[in-house]
Nanobody, 126 residues
Framework: VQLVESGGGLVQAGGSLRLSCATS????????IAWIRQAPGKEREWVSC????????SHAASVMGRFSTYRDRAKKTVSLQMNNLRPEDTGVYYC????????????????????WGQGTQVTVSS
């Protein structure tokens, strides 16, 4: 199982970035994919989750209305479109796979995710 993030960078507050997670080594329809971030000195925080049978992805309250998550089955990628970025969005963003294959009420639990990418840095300046 391999997950590789890309698309991070430095952006001013109010700007946008689009992160991508390329996956391989597993059946893309079997796993749920989440975006999880970690700010300096803080614990990892679940951001969003998407899976094969979802009508729409789930997002944390802190990013709802600003972030959107997309899934491309043909390319086996998951993207995170981040708009109206704030300095508090700064951190390392990881994509991670949940072998349960669903995004349910417990999707926020970091322990659900057994496979992780290396992360990509997002820095939002004020």
């Amino acid at each position: 199982v391999q997950l590789v993030e890309s698309g991070g960078g430095l952006v001013q507050a109010g700007g946008s970035l689009r992160l991508s997670c390329a996956t391989s080594g597993f059946d893309f329809d079997d796993y749920a994919i989440a975006w999880i971030r970690q700010a300096p000195g803080k614990e990892r925080e679940w951001v969003s989750c998407i899976f094969s049978r979802s009508i729409k992805p789930s997002h944390a309250a802190s990013v709802m209305g600003r972030f959107s998550t997309y899934r491309d089955r043909a390319k086996k990628t998951v993207s995170l479109q981040m708009n109206n970025l704030r300095p508090e969005d700064t951190g390392v963003y990881y994509c991670a796979a949940d072998t349960r294959g669903i995004c349910d009420a417990y999707a926020w639990r970091i322990s659900n995710y057994g496979y992780w990418g290396q992360g990509t840095q997002v820095t939002v300046s004020s």
